[in-house]
């Protein structure tokens, strides 16, 4: 089992940036990727970044050159840094982990809204 946590949400301006963090714990020995997704109202939940533990790094288009992910170096935390925030990037964000040859595991969520 792994719990996820996440902190760093709130309301931004646009054109701010935020920096959002992702404690795991419990099996944290057997996560291999991490990552962000989001759900803005009424759409469905998207990927945002992805990192493996061999350190490859994947973001969805519409946040690539203004986001960074990363993870700490007991590989049990994940940061995501935007800039340049947007209205659209508004939503909740979601922790995710994936455990070796095991089920994906979520966080329940922190807000982000980026007002005009």
């Known amino acids: 089992q792994v719990q996820l946590v996440e902190s760093g949400g709130g309301l931004v301006q646009a054109g701010g940036s935020l920096r959002l963090s992702c404690a795991a714990s419990g099996s944290t020995s057997m996560i291999s990727n991490m990552g962000w997704s989001r759900q803005a109202p009424g759409k469905q939940r998207e990927s945002v970044a992805d990192m493996t533990s061999g350190g490859r790094t994947f973001y969805t288009t519409s946040v690539e050159g203004r986001t960074i992910i990363s993870r700490g170096n007991a590989s049990n935390t994940v940061y995501l840094e935007m800039s340049s925030l947007k209205p659209e990037d508004t939503g909740v964000y979601y922790c995710?982990?994936?455990?070796?040859?095991?089920?994906?595991?979520w966080g329940k969520g922190v807000q982000v809204t980026v007002s005009s």
């Open positions: 995710k982990a994936d455990v070796r040859n095991g089920p994906r595991y």
